[in-house]
């Protein structure tokens, strides 16, 4: 079972930036990974996903632009860059992973087996 602890929320004015990190247990190489958020009385979604070799990338449109997943697989971490904040953007992130040996990209919850405990973004107006 693969651990993954998620870091880097807070508060920030709109147009700010946060950087969230993603520590896995694992040997992150095996597998793909997501960031998803999940705002008060809405669905999880899915914000942005990377192949487990880090050349194949997704973004939501709500997000396409503005911000940037990446992967160190050296480091068992994923990052989620996120700049030009809005107040829409907040939400609960979590990062997620796909089952050893699934490499490609995913996009709904139920194609990943492991969640991060989350970690709150909030972007004040």
């Known amino acids: 079972q693969v651990q993954l602890v998620e870091s880097g929320g807070g508060l920030v004015q709109a147009g700010g930036s946060l950087r969230l990190s993603c520590a896995a247990s694992?040997?992150?190489?095996?597998?793909?990974m997501g960031w998803f958020r999940q705002a008060p009385g809405k669905e999880r979604e899915s914000v942005a996903a990377?192949?487990?070799?880090?050349?194949?990338?997704y973004y939501a449109d709500s997000v396409k632009g503005r911000f940037t997943i990446s992967r160190d697989n050296a480091k068992n971490t994923v990052y989620l860059q996120m700049n030009s904040l809005k107040p829409e953007d907040t939400a609960v992130y979590h990062c997620?992973?796909?089952?050893?040996?699934?490499?490609?990209?995913?996009?709904?919850?139920?194609?990943?087996?492991?969640w991060g405990q989350g970690t709150q973004v909030t972007v004040a107006s």
């Open positions: 997620a992973a796909r089952r050893p040996g699934y490499l490609s990209i995913a996009l709904r919850p139920q194609e990943y087996n492991n």
């Open positions: 694992g040997r992150t190489s095996s597998y793909a």
């Open positions: 990377i192949s487990a070799n880090g050349l194949h990338t």
